[in-house]
């Protein structure tokens, strides 16, 4: 099935980082558009998984129900700052619609309903963001720094972080498949 590939960058999106960009925490990256209008753009890598030991009085994951959690490096602004990424449509007043099914937003407390939600929801905590000024990444899309494909709570939630950036190229089909071929270092042939 051909899905229409999205020609503007706009919210709900996949941006997917070319094989030009070949260092730093974007290299194979995948971030969700989150936001974007005249001011700017902000979004959320979602395909890098983190390895954090998080205070257990604050949020205890060892002991949660639901097993759908996992921890994202979201991008390299505000390290320091969690945001919770997920599929619960609960608590609308607080939460920013992505795409369908796909909330950014939510307290503490509504963090723990999530960690002991017996119907596990899906949760990824994100630390950091990703952010553009007006025109900014519209300028690097045009340029050809980045992809774009449609979000889905599938793709997301069900594709292993470590095999999103290939597969949506694989799934844009043409050059783009070509592309997901190249190895991670190209000097080992």
């Not at 969700?32 to 205070?55: R, W």
């Amino acid at each position: 099935m051909n899905i229409p590939l999205p020609t503007t960058v706009q919210k709900g999106c996949f941006l997917i980082a070319s094989p030009e960009i070949e260092s730093n925490l974007f290299f194979r990256g995948v971030l969700l558009i989150c936001e974007h209008n005249a001011s700017g753009s902000f979004a959320i890598l979602i395909n890098k998984p983190l390895e954090l030991d998080l205070p257990e009085e604050i949020v205890n994951l060892r002991s949660a129900q639901n097993k759908n959690i996992g921890l994202r490096a979201g991008g390299p602004v505000q390290t320091n700052q969690m945001m919770l990424l997920h599929s619960s449509p609960t608590e609308q007043q607080q939460l920013l619609t992505v795409t369908e099914n796909l909330y950014l937003g939510g307290d503490l407390q509504f963090l723990h309903e999530l960690l002991n939600d017996e119907s596990s929801p899906y949760v990824y905590l994100c630390f950091g963001y990703s952010g553009w000024a007006a025109g900014q990444l519209e300028r690097e899309f045009l340029d050809g720094s980045w992809y774009l494909y449609p979000a889905t709570t599938e793709l997301l939630f069900h594709t292993p972080p470590e095999q999103l950036w290939r597969k949506l190229l694989r799934l844009m089909g043409g050059r783009h498949a070509t592309l997901s071929t190249i190895p991670d270092d190209v000097t080992v042939n």
